[in-house]
């Protein structure tokens, strides 16, 4: 575990409405940390940036979760100047310290991280970080969380898994095809309908499946 800031301070949750963020949410929780706020990056199109969801399914999971969600509209090319943007404006609206993230164990990832959150003056945690990629997926699982196939990359993650939920055959498929179990590269990603932080289940209707060259996207609309 990466911690820079001191339990009790306000921190942001950097949240795609995956498992990563959801389980990082929970043990920055564990850990004493004041989460005031989600904050979530959506293109043009009312889509996040990370997974592809609907934003309104992110204000149905924070409503679930029972917390504030901040959007900020970027483009892949403007992400660092959006992330400054919103980071600055939230900072002063809820008296945050420093940010939550869910990386795992890829080196860049961390650095750009502590990059921009020294940029923008605020402390970071990573509560995920070197994790066993097995063990980050077996521990929601293991305290209640229901993480959904959303998006995988068509050519490494069988079409059928999308719209089921992650359990120990997802972890031991992916295992057997030497696929990431919690899809660090990129190899699928979740969305969370369920937790021991929900106040209740999401309510949804699944949609259709579209393609773009390599990857597959399962459209899940709120109910």
Same mark, same amino acid.
């Given at each position: ?9 306000? =921190?942001?949750? /950097? ?24 904050? /979530? ?45 919103? =980071? ?6 809820? /008296? ?128």
């Amino acid at each position: 575990m990466v911690f820079k800031n001191n339990p009790g301070e306000k =921190v942001f949750v /950097s949240w795609s409405g995956g498992k990563d963020s959801s389980l990082a949410l929970l043990l920055a929780k564990e850990q004493g940390l004041d989460a005031a706020c989600l904050l /979530s990056f959506v293109g043009a199109d009312g889509h996040s940036r990370s997974h592809g969801l609907k934003t309104e399914m992110l204000r149905v999971q924070a409503s679930a979760l029972g917390m504030p969600l901040e959007m900020k509209e970027v483009t892949w090319e403007g992400y660092e100047q959006g992330f400054e943007e919103a =980071v600055n404006r939230i900072k002063g609206q809820y /008296s945050l310290t420093g940010g939550v993230f869910g990386d795992i164990n890829l080196e860049e990832h961390r650095q750009w991280v502590e990059k921009m959150c020294n940029r923008c003056g605020i402390g970071y945690n990573l509560p995920l970080w070197m994790m066993e990629e097995r063990s980050v997926s077996e521990e929601l699982i293991k305290r209640g969380g229901k993480a959904m196939v959303v998006a995988i990359q068509s050519d490494l993650v069988d079409q059928s898994w999308l719209g089921r939920l992650m359990d120990e055959h997802y972890i031991e498929y992916c295992l057997s095809n030497k696929i990431s179990p919690c899809g660090e590269g990129g190899e699928a990603h979740t969305l969370v309908v369920d937790g021991p932080l929900f106040e209740q289940p999401l309510q949804y209707t699944l949609g259709a499946i579209k393609h773009d060259q390599n990857r597959s996207l399962l459209e899940v609309n709120a109910l």
